[in-house]
């Protein structure tokens, strides 16, 4: 796909439901985990410096936020690619 506009609108004509990571998420994990199972499912998740861009912002369907515990300030991205 050319940028992220493109690779969401593909998401989307195959019926995905599309759910990016952000600090500011209104939904939490449960919230992912209790979508339909029936549907595909993309999961958006930026790099540790900058997260999603707007573009990932606006077109996703839910944003959700990844819970962090304990004295760490941000998880690394694989560390909250096997969270999710």
């Known amino acids: 796909h050319r940028d992220t506009t493109a690779f969401i609108a593909s998401a989307k004509a195959v019926g995905a439901t599309v759910a990016g990571a952000f600090v500011d998420g209104e939904a939490s994990l449960a919230d992912v985990a209790a979508l339909d199972p029936g549907r595909p499912l ?11 861009g707007e573009e990932a912002r606006l077109g996703c369907d839910l944003r959700f936020r ?18 999710c």
Not at 42 to 52: R, S
Not at 66 to 83: D, K
């Open 42 to 52: 993309v999961i958006l998740l930026g790099n540790e410096h900058a997260g999603l």
């Open 66 to 83: 990844v819970p962090i515990w304990g004295m760490v300030e941000s998880y690394n991205l694989s560390v909250c690619a096997a969270l």
